[in-house]
């Protein structure tokens, strides 16, 4: 049988949020959006750390589909949690396609001295939802 695939990160740094790390710029003469010095720093930071630490499990982009956990431990209470640019950052390092994702559970927490985000993926089964939240119990 198969080891189910199951891995865990610490990545270094405060991830921007989605919702607030594009700005509009004209390209051309036209309007676009693109992402912020912010969220460009995080990305390529978020992307050499979970390599490095993906080679070092000897884990490679699983094609199945996962389960996220995570912690983001932010510097400030002001951001809203919003694990939305780390699940896009994982792509093509853990898994294939954000798409993939069919269970996460995220938590906000605070760590001024040490933003960060703790983060575990594992193989699920896209059948395993808690009893609490089915509608088709009787």
Not at 67 to 81: A, F, N, Q, W
Not at 88 to 109: C, E, L, P, S, T
């Amino acid at each position: 049988m198969d080891k189910k695939f199951d891995c865990t990160f610490v990545i270094l740094g405060e991830p921007a949020s989605k919702a607030n790390s594009r700005r509009l710029v004209t390209i051309r003469g036209r309007p676009a959006f693109i992402k912020s010095g912010k969220a460009n720093d995080y990305a390529s930071s978020f992307a050499t750390q979970c390599a490095a630490q993906a080679a070092a499990q000897g884990i490679t982009p699983t094609a199945k589909d996962v389960k996220v956990e995570l912690v983001i431990h932010y510097s400030t209470r002001r951001p809203d949690l919003d694990e939305s640019v780390i699940l896009d950052a994982m792509q093509g390092i853990v898994y294939a396609n954000d798409r993939q994702v069919k269970q996460r559970a995220a938590y906000w927490a605070l760590d001024k001295g040490m933003p960060r985000a703790v983060i575990r993926v594992t193989e699920c089964d896209i059948t395993d939802i808690p009893i609490y939240l089915r509608d088709d119990i009787k």
